[in-house]
């Protein structure tokens, strides 16, 4: 039976270390020489992953341990790209999460945790940085298990030195380990002074295990001592079937704990017959691949990364994805950080790029039978919390930007591009500031545009507080046919989200009937914009009376009075601006409630109430009224109040009047400054 080909997503917290223990996964490996940030060869290769010191995109490398082969995908840890991670999460075995034991990151990891269980994905926990906290690894059980609604089981318990943690002790192997910089950890005598520590913490592993292990329990009751295997068998059971997650620890920066987690990795993680098994694919049939993303790149034009879930795919073959597209396989590769290796084929099990499937997006599942595979795995777009207008700053680049950033949301389907003709805005929407950053910093490097950024624009709209009444006349002489019309309107405002209305009271022929429709033309185009430079919305206009002359009238002279009557009538009627105002709903935990409704409030927003999360203990839900004006920046001040978890939705509700220094502020005047 040939080996199996697993794949594993690294996860967790932003600034976990998610990218060092990957690093330090390959060099114990034997795939990379060194490991860190300043030799990285494998991960956060992107100009803006560098740049800003963080992950900003997906990285996958495939290494051999112990005769098996393992593709590591390290994963965003930031919530501005966790649509990337739950792109990633379908096609993969399980998943390793990176964290630390850190109370202040706690609301970071339960949201990665909430969608590995979302997503069924088996998991270990890696604490990380443990060297340095040797005091909070006694506590991290109850530390951390509030993040988690599976039960959390302690596999390690850190060997200590004073106050810094030099080793673990093994619980199931009933060793002691001493770690060694970048290399494998030396295997020393039991401390005496840990012994009875050690039988306290193997025996409640032991009793979590024996949950759902009746012939376990029966040798706890009878104090015998379990076999080696049969402990080993329930750790892998209970990882599995997702009743539990193991806790490790070890630190990447200095390489300690990788190999015991290699070989739990090894011995315990499910592979591709599970994985089969949890997406419901059988395993006979046409060759099937699940895209996990995809990449445009320069000359080598668009790649989309994808596990091979049956069968083998070659080059040169044509694939039919769920989408319904069709497409020839150019080449494949296999993948290692920005670079790869060409191969002929993908087999079962294995990660590859997959070049030119240009109708093909992330998400979707790959046939290389003819008809249309059914997709595996849901992954619907994010609604966006921050949005940009863009300009370019060389008008010459006008016709390319749209291209590039139709690449960059097929990359990324959590961008939303938006052309506002009303507005004459291309706004760009997405998940936070650096989401949006990321975007724009792509467009330079990799395609060569420079943008300007601003605050996206509102679309305002008008209207009028009362009646009013205006009569015009058009009349022009012009040498031959002159341009007469005449007409007597009344206008009133409607209802909040009528709109328009047009009534014809005219009585005796005073207008004739072809051009009762002329002023009824004009009227709407009238309201494109009106006296305060913004469409008009919930409006009657009644047309009383008029004029004609039977040889100068015509259409295009009754529109004309018509936008002459009206400037006069609107006028009067009292104008005002109305300014979008949005149903949002915000997501924080409780301790951040009071500086959510804080932000709220600030805002000229309404507290419509709050409560309970459902489903997430310790989490409320705000509920509010907010001008979109006010919007812009929500999202950082709630992110910054909030550890970097808060979120929101937003949709429109209804339109409001708008008045005072906001209202100033909309039709670009001046504030008034105090006399004196």
Same mark, same amino acid.
């Given at each position: 039976?040939?080996?199996?080909?697993?794949?594993?997503?690294?996860?967790?917290?932003?600034?976990?270390?998610?990218?060092?223990?990957?690093?330090?996964?390959?060099?114990?490996?034997?795939?990379?020489?060194?490991?860190?940030?300043?030799?990285?060869?494998?991960?956060?290769?992107?100009?803006?992953?560098?740049?800003?010191?963080?992950?900003?995109?997906?990285?996958?490398?495939?290494t051999r341990f112990l005769g098996e082969a393992f593709t590591f995908v390290d994963c965003p840890g930031s919530i501005e790209f966790a649509h990337d991670l739950r792109a990633v999460l379908p096609a993969c075995d399980a998943a390793i999460v990176v964290c630390e034991a850190d109370a202040r990151k706690l609301p970071a990891l339960e949201l990665i945790l909430r969608d590995l269980e979302a997503a069924g994905i088996p998991r270990?926990?890696?604490?990380?940085?443990?060297?340095?906290?040797?005091?909070?690894?006694?506590?991290?059980?109850?530390?951390?298990?509030?993040?988690?609604?599976?039960?959390?089981?302690?596999?390690?318990?850190?060997? &200590?030195? =004073?106050? /810094?943690a030099v080793g673990v002790i093994d619980l199931a192997l009933e060793r002691a380990f001493v770690w060694r910089e970048q290399a494998r950890s030396e295997v020393v005598a039991l401390p005496d002074g840990e012994r009875a520590r050690e039988k306290a913490e193997r025996y409640t592993m032991l009793e979590r295990l024996a949950d759902h292990d009746d012939a376990l329990m029966e040798d706890l009751i009878a104090e015998v001592e379990?076999? /080696?295997?049969?402990?080993?068998?329930?750790?892998?059971?209970?990882?599995?079937? !997702?009743?539990?997650?193991?806790? @490790?620890?070890?630190?990447?920066? #200095?390489? #300690?704990?990788?190999?015991?987690?290699?070989?739990?990795?090894?011995?315990?993680?499910?592979?591709?017959? *599970?994985?089969?098994?949890?997406?419901?694919?059988?395993?006979?049939?046409?060759?099937?691949?699940?895209?996990?993303?995809?990449?445009?790149?320069?000359?080598?034009?668009?790649?989309?990364?994808?596990?091979?879930?049956?069968?083998?795919?070659?080059?040169?073959?044509?694939?039919?994805?769920?989408?319904?597209?069709?497409?020839?396989?150019?080449?494949?590769?296999?993948?290692?950080?920005?670079? =790869?290796?060409?191969?002929?084929?993908?087999?079962? !099990?294995?990660?590859?790029?997959?070049?030119?499937?240009?109708?093909?997006?992330?998400?979707? &599942?790959?046939?290389?039978?003819?008809?249309?595979?059914?997709?595996?795995?849901?992954?619907p777009a994010p609604e966006p919390v921050h949005a940009l207008a863009l300009r370019v700053r060389d008008r010459k680049d006008d016709v390319r930007l749209s291209a590039a950033l139709a690449k960059l949301a097929d990359e990324d389907p959590a961008l939303l591009v938006e052309h506002r003709a009303e507005l004459g805005d291309l706004r760009l929407s997405g998940q936070g500031e650096m989401h949006l950053r990321v975007a724009v910093?792509?467009?330079?490097?990799?395609?060569?545009?420079?943008?300007?950024?601003?605050?996206?624009?509102?679309?305002?709209?008008?209207?009028?507080?009362?009646?009013?009444?205006?009569?015009?006349?058009?009349?022009?002489?012009?040498?031959?046919?002159? *341009?007469?019309?005449?007409?007597?309107?009344?206008?009133?405002?409607?209802?909040? !989200?009528?709109?328009?209305?047009?009534?014809?009271?005219?009585?005796? =022929?005073?207008?004739?009937?072809?051009?009762?429709?002329?002023?009824?033309?004009?009227?709407?185009?009238?309201?494109?914009?009106?006296?305060?430079?913004?469409?008009?919305?919930?409006?009657?206009?009644?047309?009383?009376?008029?004029?004609?002359?039977?040889?100068?009238?015509?259409? /295009?002279?009754?529109?004309?009075?018509?936008?002459?009557?009206?400037?006069?009538?609107?006028?009067? /009627?009292?104008?005002?601006?109305?300014?979008?105002?949005?149903?949002?709903?915000?997501?924080?935990?409780?301790?951040?409630?009071?500086?959510?409704?804080?932000?709220?409030?600030?805002?000229?927003?309404?507290?419509?109430?709050?409560?309970?999360?459902?489903?997430?203990?310790?989490?409320?839900?705000?509920?509010?009224?907010?001008?979109?004006?006010?919007?812009?920046?929500?999202?950082?001040?709630?992110?910054?109040?909030?550890? =970097?978890? !808060?979120?929101?939705?937003?949709?429109?509700?209804?339109?409001?009047?708008?008045?005072?220094?906001?209202?100033?502020?909309? @039709?670009?005047?001046?504030?008034?400054?105090?006399?004196?």
């Amino acid at each position: 039976m040939a080996a199996q080909h697993r794949c594993i997503a690294i996860v967790g917290p932003f600034q976990g270390g998610k990218t060092a223990l990957l690093e330090a996964i390959l060099h114990r490996t034997g795939a990379i020489d060194r490991p860190g940030r300043t030799g990285a060869r494998l991960g956060d290769t992107s100009p803006e992953a560098r740049s800003h010191g963080m992950s900003v995109e997906p990285a996958f490398a495939t290494t051999r341990f112990l005769g098996e082969a393992f593709t590591f995908v390290d994963c965003p840890g930031s919530i501005e790209f966790a649509h990337d991670l739950r792109a990633v999460l379908p096609a993969c075995d399980a998943a390793i999460v990176v964290c630390e034991a850190d109370a202040r990151k706690l609301p970071a990891l339960e949201l990665i945790l909430r969608d590995l269980e979302a997503a069924g994905i088996p998991r270990l926990l890696f604490i990380n940085k443990a060297e340095t906290a040797a005091g909070s690894l006694r506590d991290a059980l109850a530390l951390l298990q509030p993040a988690s609604r599976v039960p959390l089981l302690m596999r390690q318990i850190p060997l &200590t030195e =004073g106050e /810094a943690a030099v080793g673990v002790i093994d619980l199931a192997l009933e060793r002691a380990f001493v770690w060694r910089e970048q290399a494998r950890s030396e295997v020393v005598a039991l401390p005496d002074g840990e012994r009875a520590r050690e039988k306290a913490e193997r025996y409640t592993m032991l009793e979590r295990l024996a949950d759902h292990d009746d012939a376990l329990m029966e040798d706890l009751i009878a104090e015998v001592e379990p076999q /080696a295997d049969r402990v080993f068998s329930d750790l892998a059971r209970e990882l599995r079937e !997702g009743r539990a997650v193991s806790v @490790l620890f070890g630190s990447a920066e #200095h390489g #300690h704990g990788i190999t015991r987690l290699l070989k739990a990795l090894r011995h315990e993680a499910p592979g591709l017959a *599970q994985t089969r098994a949890r997406l419901g694919v059988a395993e006979e049939g046409a060759p099937l691949v699940q895209v996990m993303k995809t990449l445009h790149g320069g000359v080598s034009g668009k790649l989309s990364v994808g596990r091979v879930l049956r069968g083998a795919v070659h080059e040169g073959e044509t694939v039919t994805g769920s989408g319904g597209g069709t497409a020839r396989v150019a080449a494949l590769t296999r993948l290692a950080g920005a670079g =790869g290796t060409r191969v002929p084929e993908a087999r079962a !099990g294995e990660v590859a790029g997959f070049a030119r499937l240009d109708p093909i997006a992330t998400a979707e &599942t790959l046939s290389t039978g003819q008809a249309a595979p059914d997709a595996l795995a849901a992954l619907p777009a994010p609604e966006p919390v921050h949005a940009l207008a863009l300009r370019v700053r060389d008008r010459k680049d006008d016709v390319r930007l749209s291209a590039a950033l139709a690449k960059l949301a097929d990359e990324d389907p959590a961008l939303l591009v938006e052309h506002r003709a009303e507005l004459g805005d291309l706004r760009l929407s997405g998940q936070g500031e650096m989401h949006l950053r990321v975007a724009v910093e792509r467009l330079a490097s990799r395609f060569g545009i420079a943008v300007e950024t601003e605050r996206a624009r509102v679309a305002y709209r008008e209207t009028i507080r009362g009646p009013a009444e205006a009569r015009a006349r058009h009349k022009k002489q012009t040498g031959g046919h002159g *341009q007469f019309a005449d007409v007597a309107l009344a206008v009133r405002p409607l209802p909040r !989200g009528e709109g328009f209305g047009f009534e014809d009271e005219v009585v005796g =022929g005073a207008v004739p009937r072809a051009y009762i429709a002329s002023v009824e033309a004009g009227a709407r185009a009238f309201t494109a914009k009106g006296p305060l430079g913004f469409p008009v919305v919930d409006i009657a206009v009644t047309l009383k009376d008029g004029a004609a002359h039977a040889v100068d009238s015509s259409d /295009a002279a009754f529109q004309a009075a018509t936008r002459l009557a009206l400037e006069e009538a609107l006028a009067k /009627a009292g104008p005002v601006l109305l300014e979008p105002i949005l149903a949002v709903t915000l997501a924080v935990p409780s301790g951040a409630t009071a500086k959510a409704t804080g932000l709220v409030t600030a805002r000229r927003g309404q507290i419509l109430g709050f409560d309970a999360r459902p489903g997430w203990s310790g989490w409320d839900m705000v509920e509010a009224l907010i001008p979109e004006a006010e919007m812009t920046d929500l999202i950082v001040e709630l992110r910054s109040a909030t550890a =970097g978890i !808060g979120t929101f939705t937003a949709r429109f509700d209804h339109h409001a009047e708008v008045t005072g220094r906001a209202a100033d502020a909309a @039709l670009g005047r001046p504030p008034l400054r105090k006399a004196g």
